[in-house]
T-cell receptor, first 115, second 113 residues
Framework: EAQVTQNPRYLITVTGKKLTVTCSQN?????MSWYRQDPGLGLRQIYY???????DKGDVPEGYKVSRKEKRNFPLILESPSPNQTSLYFC??????????????FGPGTRLTVT | DAKTTQPPSMDCAEGRAANLPCNHS???????VYWYRQIHSQGPQYIIH???NNETNEMASLIITEDRKSSTLILPHATLRDTAVYYC??????????????FGTGTRLKVLA
């Protein structure tokens, strides 16, 4: 089944403790992206990746890192989480980020709470 | 960047057509309109997209006005399972040549039995 998976689905952590949220897709998509969703603010893009080893900042990249060493994986790293990073996070992928009109497939979400 | 405006909420009777409007008056000529929905806090689910012409698939129809400044998503026979938040999204082109999806705050559709 074509899908985007994220782990963990729920995470409660403390300020400053480094964490990684994994994202994997099995559709051989070139483009992958991370969003955060907060009440009243909709979905905002954190980082995106056009292909392996190619990443760029989205609208709200501060406090986050990403890497794309393999086509299928796009982990989101919070080096020193803070309470304002408490949010619902979604990973998404699509065939391409530059051509055509391909839709994005979203993962199930990761609910992160930083205390 | 193009922005979208949607009513915050709508109700629809089960079995009737649900018509969800979206205003995107600042859209540019090569920018697509996408519709997604989100049930509870699950990942957004793709519904349909279009550029200029009306589109139809197994889930819905998309009607885009001739001037492209607004569109309507039509769910022809709404069911209780269609209760969700519906997002109208404009896909814009960055100066880098990559695409960016601009999400609005969506319309919360409630289908009533």
């Amino acid at each position: 089944e074509a899908q985007v998976t994220q782990n963990p689905r729920y995470l409660i952590t403390v300020t400053g403790k480094k964490l990684t949220v994994t994202c994997s897709q099995n559709m051989n998509h070139e483009y992958m992206s991370w969003y955060r969703q907060d009440p009243g603010l909709g979905l905002r893009q954190i980082y995106y990746s056009m292909n392996v080893e190619v990443t760029d900042k989205g609208d709200v990249p501060e406090g986050y890192k990403v890497s794309r060493k393999e086509k299928r994986n796009f982990p989101l790293i919070l080096e020193s989480p803070s309470p304002n990073q408490t949010s619902l996070y979604f990973c998404a992928s699509s065939l391409s980020g530059t051509g055509g009109s391909s839709e994005q497939y979203f993962g199930p979400g990761t609910r992160l709470t930083v205390t | 960047d193009a922005k979208t405006t949607q009513p915050p909420s709508m109700d629809c009777a089960e079995g009737r057509a649900a018509n969800l409007p979206c205003n995107h008056s600042t859209i540019s000529g090569n920018e697509y309109v996408y519709w997604y929905r989100q049930i509870h806090s699950q990942g957004p689910q793709y519904i349909i997209h279009g550029l200029k012409n009306n589109e139809t698939n197994e889930m819905a129809s998309l009607i885009i006005t001739e001037d492209r400044k607004s569109s309507t998503l039509i769910l022809p026979h709404a069911t209780l399972r269609d209760t969700a938040v519906y997002y109208c999204i404009v896909r814009v082109l960055r100066t880098s040549g990559t695409y960016k999806y601009i999400f609005g705050t969506g319309t919360r559709l409630k289908v009533l039995a």
